[in-house]
């Protein structure tokens, strides 16, 4: 079985401030990691993946994300904040090849003005 | 591409009721997902289909729950009878084929039961 941790679980912080969202996942084989955006009242849209290659991957909207694979991570980063990333964000891994993406619980970002 | 279509957006209905969620994947696409998320559980993968037929429903969380493809354009999820309990928001998502991971999500249906 795989599963995903978000270590945090509300974040605030000012704007221009930078950020990073932890996230690990439990899975010994071959993953596919996702980072998901879900803005207010609105559905969830793909940030960025991860299938293979360069660890190092960016994303939509200047984010960008880094695939440790030693310490099973998927941190989410972003040099600087705006006010329009408050939102809830989502890391996702599928491993295995498997159907269906299991999701972490959520991180839930508000930048203030 | 209009992306994945869900109705109705909003359902409110009274405990004991009928419930029917209704998605339309992106066309050409042939896996979809039924997920449901709530506070306490997060997003949680209920069903997943496969050119209209079901793979797994292992996290169908009682037989109250129903899905159906009937056709690649057209998926149902039912509860009857619902439970306040149930109240969340459902989101449908498809893939363009199986094994293909990136998951395209609709709006979602958010449920409340009375």
């Known amino acids: 079985a795989q599963s995903v941790s978000q270590h945090n679980h509300h974040v605030i912080l000012s704007e221009a401030a930078s950020l990073e969202l932890g996230c690990n996942y439990s899975y010994g084989g071959t993953v596919n990691l996702f980072w998901y955006v879900q803005y207010p009242g609105q559905h969830l849209q793909l940030l960025l993946k991860y299938f293979s290659g360069d660890p190092l991957v960016k994303g939509i909207k200047g984010f960008e994300a880094e695939f440790i694979k030693s310490k099973f991570s998927f941190n989410l980063r972003k040099p600087s904040v705006q006010w329009s990333d408050t939102a809830e964000y989502f890391c996702?891994?599928?491993?295995?090849?498997?159907?269906?993406?299991?999701f972490g619980k959520g991180t839930h970002l508000i930048i203030q003005p | 591409d209009a992306g994945v279509i869900q109705s109705p957006r909003h359902e409110v209905t009274e405990m004991g009721q009928e419930v029917t969620l209704r998605c339309k994947p992106i066309s050409g696409h042939n896996s979809l997902f039924w997920y449901r998320q709530t506070m306490m559980r997060g997003l949680e993968l209920l069903i997943y289909?496969?050119?209209?037929?079901?793979?797994?429903d292992s996290g169908m969380p009682e037989d109250r729950f129903s899905a159906k493809m009937p056709n690649a354009s057209f998926s149902t999820l039912k509860i009857q009878p619902s439970e306040p309990r149930d109240s969340a928001v459902y989101f449908c998502?498809?893939?363009?084929?199986?094994?293909?991971?990136?998951?395209?999500f609709g709006q979602g249906t958010r449920l409340t039961v009375v």
């Open positions: 996702a891994v599928n491993g295995g090849g498997a159907d269906g993406l299991t």
């Open positions: 998502a498809s893939s363009p084929r199986q094994g293909y991971t990136e998951a395209f």
């Open positions: 289909f496969n050119n209209n037929v079901p793979i797994d």
